[in-house]
């Protein structure tokens, strides 16, 4: 159990740290403490590759991180309406290992696939892999399906209540 926790800690600290950071030189014409959306550095963004910069969208939206061909490739951080996303991009969609936090404090660590949770259909619901914190303390680390805890997991309270083993449609089925 105590494993599983450190596991996830140490996932969680190394999506903060090690994705903050690149080997890649700086974007020309880059500005770390641009604020809002100009279409001259837009026109600099869209021609920058291999490098490392910030973007600021028309509606607020900020991006930190990699760039080929003008997209977000690589590691970065993207922050919008007080949700952050910091992990992997794939021509401009989160692919890979990521950690999303909602608005609400909720969290989502695990893989992505084309912008969306590993999914293998065109929901946005979480399948495969991860560990999902909700902002009341709550934690389930382990395999979801459709959305739903399903498969091996461990569903922790807020109050520390521990329910580990086989998940189906959201109910433990099965205790180790």
């Not at 977000?72 to 692919?95: Q, W």
């Not at 739903?148 to 180790?176: C, D, M, P």
């Amino acid at each position: 159990m105590k494993k599983v926790f450190l596991y996830t800690f140490l996932v969680l600290m190394s999506c903060n740290t090690a994705w903050s950071q690149s080997s890649l030189p700086e974007c020309e014409g880059n500005d770390k403490n641009i604020s809002s959306f100009s279409y001259k550095h837009f026109k600099k963004v869209r021609s920058w590759t291999n490098c490392y910069g910030t973007s600021v969208g028309q509606k607020g939206e900020k991006y930190v991180g990699e760039f080929y061909e003008g997209v977000f490739h690589g590691k970065g951080t993207f922050t919008h309406n007080g949700r952050k996303y910091v992990g992997e991009y794939k021509k401009h969609k989160r692919h890979g290992q990521g950690t999303y936090t909602y608005a609400n404090g909720d969290k989502y660590v695990g893989e992505w696939k084309k912008n969306k949770y590993n999914a293998p259909d065109d929901s946005r619901e979480r399948d495969g892999q991860g560990t999902y914190t909700y902002s009341d303390g709550r934690t389930y680390v382990g395999t979801w399906k459709k959305g739903l805890r399903h498969g091996k997991g461990i569903f922790t309270e807020a109050s520390g209540k521990v329910e580990e083993g086989f998940w189906k449609n959201n109910k433990l089925v099965k205790k180790k």
